[in-house]
């Protein structure tokens, strides 16, 4: 009940919108601005509020709760609501430039650090909200989600990549079967059981040495602390630069 009457009691400021509607157009125009107040945009429709929301401004706005059904959610009448709860509020309709730019700061300050869609997007939202945008549809907000995600991660590719020297890149590169591999990168030979990890010619598999790393530690025995001791050197073995990822949240890395 308190939630209720927070979110959907028509204020004073608002009272003065409202009444030159009647009817079912009042009480339309009340849900429309105390849903757009409550969540940044509009609703499609009656079946976006709860039963109890409807009564409670059905009852403020002194007419039937079915009148609800008889408002022109989509027609010109309410696209003028529209207009009118926009200005009143200050707010705007996203364009294409504030998209851009919302993403761009997205991938910048959120996606960054952050790799959970779900929260990078409640991120945008409220950045939105505080811009004083619009929120978009919802396939419009997960596009933008999406791309800043995928700038963000090639934005740390890039920076990551330009900390390391030649010798550094090469062994990166072979440990992952993109070139050949640079003597350096511990073979599992050099610790534990090394039967069936090698090949012919007695050099690591590229492959199989990045699933090794990859590998969970699983249950705690002498042969998997042999293969924990494999996979620090062959970490170790690539020589990457201390402080690398110094820079890179937690959350970031384990994605």
């Not at 757009?36 to 976006?48: E, I, K, L, Q, S």
């Not at 997205?106 to 409640?122: F, I, Q, S």
Request: include cysteine.
């Amino acid at each position: 009940m308190d939630e209720l009457v927070e979110h959907w009691t028509v204020l004073s400021d608002e009272q003065n919108l409202i009444a030159t509607k009647h009817g079912a157009t009042r009480l339309g125009f009340a849900l429309l601005l105390k849903f757009y107040t409550r969540h940044g945009r509009f609703p499609r429709g009656p079946a976006d509020f709860p039963d109890e929301v409807i009564d409670h401004l059905a009852r403020q706005m002194k007419v039937p709760a079915a009148d609800a059904g008889a408002y022109e959610w989509s027609g010109r009448t309410a696209a003028r609501h529209r207009v009118e709860i926009r200005a009143h509020l200050g707010f705007r309709e996203c364009s294409v430039a504030d998209a851009d730019k919302l993403t761009d700061w997205l991938a910048a300050n959120v996606a960054h650090a952050e790799r959970d869609a779900d929260r990078v997007r409640a991120e945008l939202l409220k950045k939105m909200r505080a811009e004083r945008i619009e929120s978009s549809s919802d396939g419009r907000i997960g596009r933008m989600v999406a791309s800043a995600l995928r700038t963000a991660e090639a934005t740390w590719f890039v920076t990551i990549a330009a900390r390391l020297d030649a010798v550094a890149t090469a062994r990166v590169l072979a440990l992952v079967g993109w070139g050949e591999q640079e003597e350096g990168i511990e073979s599992a030979g050099n610790a534990g059981n090394t039967e069936g990890a090698g090949t012919d010619d007695g050099a690591e598999d590229p492959d199989s040495l990045l699933a090794l790393i990859k590998s969970m530690p699983g249950n705690v025995s002498r042969e998997s602390m042999f293969t924990e001791i494999r996979k620090l050197r062959a970490a170790r073995g690539v020589g990457l630069p201390s402080g690398l990822f110094a820079d890179v949240a937690p959350k970031v890395l384990a994605a």
